[in-house]
């Protein structure tokens, strides 16, 4: 009998896998967005492109720490490069899916891997100000060249950087949270050429590490610093711009259940009182293996973000930034629900709160 349920239990993945198939091939193979990275399914709503230089000035001189910050989830996961190899901190198991299927993996692959749809600068226009960075380097690549990554390649790290600092260029008072997180494949040499990259690209607009509560925005507005850094690696003790990891936390809830995702949310804000750090919130859903064999071709974002939006927007509305509440708040596909105007407005309650008090 147990034999007989495993083989339905087979018959049904590999049904499930053809319709996946089926459906790459439907759309003529294009389920993955390729060329450009500057290239963008989202659209951005440029009310918000300026939001911190447009917040009262009762605000500008409140520690960043303490304000909502909006910010995206893998944030350059908007491109995937199939030609690339699968990365090099992928298990075996999906080492040997992609030799055996090739492209068509990757084309599934990247359904469940890709968090967002908007390119930096459009994330940047819409007003997002936390940006989640992981960076690897490519097996035998000569060049040592450094890439985002996450499961399979992004574009190169210089383009992504480049990118934000032509924002930042045309938007004198913004300011950006840049968190390298995750590093595969990496050696001194490789976190040395980042950390040069880093200096030639935003130059002057890099933020020294000081203590947190004194970064405002009127702080970095009179020095004109609008990159602050964050580096979870200890040649984050050794550069001066570089803010150690343990100055942005970010707690992971690891699961697929919305209820489950709202209460460790809830208890993390909790714990983070007066830990005089930035802190991040993750609203963001993990699926399981079997979530994504029952969801294959439809991918992360239909099968679990989209559904759980509700949810999640009404716990973001319900919060209040401070040092006893949240900071910076992030999301997967930052386009939906209204989540970053939702994240934004939040600010306003602190004057709100203001006015109660007196």
């Known amino acids: 009998m147990r034999e007989r349920g495993r083989g339905r239990e087979r018959e049904r993945a590999r049904t499930r896998l053809a319709l996946a198939l089926a459906r790459v091939r439907e759309n003529g193979g294009s389920i ?11 659209r951005s709503d440029q009310r918000f492109a300026d939001w911190m230089a447009s917040l009262p000035q009762s605000m500008h001189t409140i520690p960043l720490t303490n304000l909502s910050i909006p ?22 198991t999906v080492q040997n899916f992609v030799s055996v299927f090739g492209t068509v993996a990757k084309k599934l692959m990247r359904k469940w891997l890709a968090t967002q749809t908007m390119n930096f600068n459009s994330q940047l226009e819409a007003g997002i100000r936390f940006f989640d960075l992981r960076i690897s380097t490519k097996p035998r690549d000569p060049d040592n060249e450094l890439f985002f990554a996450h499961g399979l390649f992004s574009a190169t790290v210089r383009e992504g950087l480049e990118q934000i600092s032509s924002f930042l260029s ?36 890099l933020c020294p590490v000081v203590f947190a ?13 609008q990159v602050l850094v964050f580096y979870h690696h200890p040649m984050a003790l050794e550069v001066p711009f ?8 970010s707690p992971w809830a690891n699961t697929t259940d919305p209820e489950k995702l709202i209460q460790f949310l809830q208890a993390s804000v909790t714990d983070r009182r007066r830990k005089g750090t930035f802190f991040v ?24 973000t989209e559904r759980a939006l509700p949810a999640m927007m009404q716990w ?11 900071n910076i708040i992030t999301a997967d596909f930052v386009e939906l629900g209204e989540f970053i105007s939702a994240v934004i407005t939040l600010n306003y309650h602190l004057d709100e709160d203001d006015d109660d008090a007196t």
């Open 71 to 92: 910010g995206s989830h893998d944030s350059f996961s908007f491109y995937i490069d199939e030609a690339s190899p699968v990365g090099p901190e992928q298990p075996e």
């Open 316 to 326: 973001i509305r319900s919060q209040r930034p401070g040092e006893n509440g949240i």
């Open 32 to 42: 993955v967005q390729s060329g450009s990275m500057a290239s963008s399914h989202g």
């Open 242 to 249: 570089l803010w150690p990891g343990q100055m942005m936390p």
């Open 170 to 205: 045309a938007h004198a008072r913004e300011v950006v949270f840049l968190d390298f997180n995750h590093f595969y494949g990496m050696q001194n040499l490789h976190h040395e050429k980042l950390v040069a990259m880093l200096r030639e690209v935003f130059g002057d607009k």
């Open 281 to 304: 919130s993750q609203v963001v859903l993990t699926p399981k293996a079997s979530t994504v064999m029952k969801g294959v071709a439809s991918g992360l974002r239909e099968t679990i």
């Open 213 to 225: 509560q004194e970064v405002t925005l009127q702080y970095l507005w009179e020095k004109e610093f």
